[in-house]
């Protein structure tokens, strides 16, 4: 099966400092991931979809330059929280599909993101 | 617009019981549907994947079926188990290149 391996699982920063979050495809190439947000016991909320090569595309509400994204191969995928605040903390979920659709949308464990 | 709607929101039953979960879209043109399973704190697991031209799938203790053309689809959970308590999300495609949509989940608690 299809596994999306996502890192770090938690990671606590000050405020005012990026934090870098990876998600990788294991054992399949992925032209396009997803990257989620959750506030405790509320839906999945989806932030961008992230494209290999190109630059990402962003929902509606989601400021790009505080959250910077990079595709850079069919494997990878990165999400930067930049100048982080307290309100920036949160979970975050990457996901990635497979170009033939055979596995459906196969997602990352999840990163709480803590900013103190 | 494609909606996505799960009921029920939130379910408790002894162990031990069969169970029914169920997921409603109203757009019937679908690539394909999507179970998963999340535990606090967790990512999403993908429990069953059905594409639009299957009527079902089955892994183990579960079964999920399709019906397009009502726009249901149905997660059977069968001699269900403590370890089965979690949040159930079903989630539809409208095509191969599309984003997929979300329910709200059902928060499901299976008592020892």
């Known amino acids: 099966g299809a596994v999306v391996s996502q890192h770090p699982s938690r990671v606590i920063c000050k405020s005012g400092t990026s934090v870098k979050i990876e998600c990788r495809s294991l054992d399949f190439q992925a032209t396009t991931m997803f990257w989620y947000r959750q506030f405790p016991k509320q839906s999945l909320m989806l932030m961008a979809t992230s494209n290999e090569g190109s630059k990402a595309t962003y929902e509606q509400g989601v400021e790009k330059d505080k959250f910077l994204i990079n595709h850079a191969s069919l494997t990878l995928s990165t999400l930067t929280v930049t100048s982080a605040h307290p309100e920036d903390s949160s979970f975050y979920i990457c996901?990635?599909?497979?170009?033939?659709?055979?596995?459906?949308?196969?997602f990352g464990s999840g990163t709480r993101l803590t900013v103190v | 617009k494609q909606e996505v709607t799960q009921i029920p929101a939130a379910l408790s039953v002894p162990e031990g019981e069969n169970l029914v979960l169920n997921c409603s879209f109203t757009d019937s043109a679908i690539y394909n549907l999507q179970w998963f399973r999340q535990d606090p704190g967790k990512g999403l697991t993908s429990l069953l994947l059905i594409q639009s031209s299957q009527r079902e799938q089955t892994s183990g203790r579960l079964n999920a079926s399709l019906d397009k053309s009502s726009g249901r689809s149905t997660l059977y959970i069968a001699a269900s188990q403590p370890g089965d308590s979690a949040t159930y999300l079903c989630?539809?495609?409208?095509?191969?290149?599309?984003?997929?949509?979300f329910g709200k989940g059902t928060r499901l608690h299976i008592l020892p």
């Open positions: 989630a539809v495609r409208k095509g191969r290149d599309d984003k997929i949509i």
């Open positions: 996901s990635a599909r497979d170009g033939q659709g055979k596995y459906g949308y196969t």
